[in-house]
Structures are given as structure tokens and as C-alpha cells.
């Protein structure tokens, strides 16, 4: 079955950039996504990308993406207090219209 | 002022006791779901569905039941053959085009002592 991997934590210093790393196992993912989960709150679509896509630029966030190592990252360039958070990476289920989440990254900033 | 709203934001309960979580949505959506999530779990789905009365199981659907008789609302019982319910439990909508993102609710905490 689809399985999403990612390391459970980073922390940053604020004004650094982050990359948050996922990695996927279904060849056939058509989408990708990145959720944003605050404390205690519901999960907040970021972007997302096409599989046929390298990369995906949307102000401060970048997403790339390399379909041969099955890889997806999030670059959050300028990283602020705001930005600490749980991110989910999602992909959508060949064939079926639900989508499988990882474990999540926590994302620590520190001023 | 579109969106998903859940109802309570937290939810105390005996054992043994069935609890109904509610989840509406405002925009128009189709297709509805439910997940469950655990510290250091992710997401789990229970079950969603794509259109009014009909619905499908998720991963972990034992001791859960769902309804959809309105487009809107898409409510989730917590039964009491469901071992382990304490959890924070999130809805979630999707619009129909081709890049199927989901759009969540802000979650249910679900106590059961």
C-alpha cells in the first residue's frame, strides 16, 4: 500500500530557510500536497503539485518535487516565529479520491 | 463566509457511551471526510464519502458509523465497540476538479474517561 515517510522534527533559527523532506512510495501519485497544522487547530492547505512538475514557487514557500527517488521537499525561505508548526506531506491515492498523510514534521523556529 | 465548521470544539464522555461528532460544510462540496489523529500518528481516515447516501471505509472504520443525507452534513458516531476513542477527530471536504485538495475543520477533541 502507499506509505509516506518524513523526519519528525527541525528546528530553525528565524531568518533561516527550512526544508521539510518527505518521501512516497506510489509511482502512480498524480498530486502531491503540503498541509500546515497549528496547535490545536485543523490542517491548512499550503500548496500543492502536479506529478508532472519539478518545481512550484508560491512567495516565500518552494516545493520540488523528483519523481525518480519519489522525494517531495518544502522550502520555507525567511523562516519567521509564525511559521512553527506541524507540515504534513499528502499524496493523492491512485484511483481513489483520498489522500495519504505523513506522520508530519514539527517545525520549531527560534528568534 | 464559506467553510467547515465542527461542533463542539471538545467533547467529554463516559465509556460505553455512543457520541455523535458533527461536521457541516458551506461550500458546495461533494465529497466529505473524517480522520482521526493520535499524537505521533498522522492522520487516519474512518470514512468518507463522495456523494449524498453513499459512503465508504476508511483504514480504521471498527467502531465508527457515519451518515450523509445532505450534501451539507456529514456526522460521525463514536460508538462504544470502538476500543480506544479518545482522540481529536477532523472533517474534511473536497472540491471537485481534477486536484482533489481537502479542506479541513478545525477538529473535535473527544474525551472518554
Known amino acids: 500500500g502507499e506509505d509516506v515517510e518524513q523526519s519528525l522534527f527541525l528546528s530553525v533559527r528565524e531568518g533561516d530557510s527550512s526544508v521539510i523532506n518527505c518521501t512516497y512510495t506510489d509511482s502512480s501519485s498524480t498530486y502531491l500536497y503540503w498541509y500546515k497544522q497549528e496547535p490545536g487547530a485543523g490542517l491548512q492547505l499550503l500548496t500543492y503539485i502536479f506529478s508532472n512538475m519539478d518545481m512550484k514557487q508560491d512567495q516565500r514557500l518552494t516545493v520540488l518535487l523528483n519523481k525518480k527517488d519519489k522525494h517531495l521537499s518544502l522550502r520555507i525561505a525567511d523562516t519567521q516565529t509564525g511559521d512553527s508548526a506541524i507540515y504534513f506531506c499528502a499524496e493523492r491515492n491512485s484511483g481513489y479520491s483520498t489522500l495519504t498523510f505523513g506522520k508530519g514534521t514539527m517545525l520549531l523556529v527560534s528568534p | 463566509d464559506g467553510g467547515i465548521t465542527q461542533s463542539p470544539k471538545y467533547l467529554f464522555r463516559k465509556e460505553g457511551q455512543n457520541v455523535t461528532l458533527s461536521c457541516e460544510q458551506n461550500?458546495?462540496?461533494?465529497?466529505m471526510y473524517w480522520y482521526r489523529q493520535d499524537p505521533g500518528q498522522g492522520l487516519r481516515l474512518i470514512y468518507y464519502?463522495?456523494?449524498?447516501?453513499?459512503?465508504q471505509k476508511g483504514d480504521i472504520a471498527e467502531g465508527y458509523s457515519v451518515s450523509r443525507e445532505k450534501k451539507e452534513s456529514f456526522p460521525l458516531t463514536v460508538t462504544s465497540a470502538q476500543k480506544n476513542p479518545t482522540a481529536f477527530y477532523l472533517c474534511?471536504?473536497?472540491?471537485?476538479?481534477?486536484?482533489?485538495?481537502?479542506?479541513f475543520g478545525p477538529g473535535t477533541r473527544l474525551t472518554v474517561t
Open positions: 464519502s463522495q456523494i449524498v447516501n453513499d459512503f
Open positions: 461550500l458546495n462540496h461533494d465529497a
Open positions: 474534511a471536504s473536497r472540491r471537485g476538479d481534477a486536484a482533489y485538495e481537502q479542506y
